[in-house]
């Protein structure tokens, strides 16, 4: 296969380029999503908004707090809600938990007002990056290479859905950004042209 030494003028300037939409990173816990998130919000000159974060301060508590006080239903109920109105916010970069993206509310609101990316990571490398950690309330409930792989099963085909899909394997994160940063500009001109036809 050949490349153009000339530029595609389709695709942006990394340089000068802003999505016209949030960035939600989606992903089970361990692929990067703050981590690169906040990196790329670095490189875009974006404000970098943590879900997870959004709903502790919301809630006055840790998110294992409100696991152990109040369940994960209250949780998702909360979560659905602070996504739904940093969507709202101006154009940023925003990290969501490993469950987010299976309320289909909170997939519908993504939908509507954001350009969603699946950071695709394979089970060993999942594991290795969550051991030895103890915040995360899922993984506390037995083997976290079980669970992590039965979550893997019931959501990597809805994570499937995302606008655009980056594989993350053991590289540094700056690799990753890389990687997501080339995905992103090569998907907004496709999507737009996509938007104009359709009109």
Known sequence: MSHSAEPDPSVPDAASFKPSRTVVLVGLMGSGKSSVGRKLAHRLALPFRDADIEIEHAAGLSIPEIFATHGEA?????????????????????????????????????????ISIWLRVELDELVRRTARRNHRPLLNQGEPRQILAGLMEVRYPVYAGADIIVDGG????????????????????????????NE
């Open 170 to 197: 053991a590289g540094d994160v700056d690799e990753m950004v890389d990687r997501v940063l080339a995905a992103l500009m090569a998907y907004t001109p496709a999507a737009n042209a996509a938007a104009v036809h």
């Open 74 to 114: 209250y949780f998702r109920d909360g979560e659905r809600r602070v996504i739904a109105r940093l969507l709202d916010e101006p154009v940023h970069i925003l990290a969501t938990g490993g469950g987010a993206f299976m309320d289909a509310r909170t997939r519908a609101a993504i939908a509507a007002k954001g």
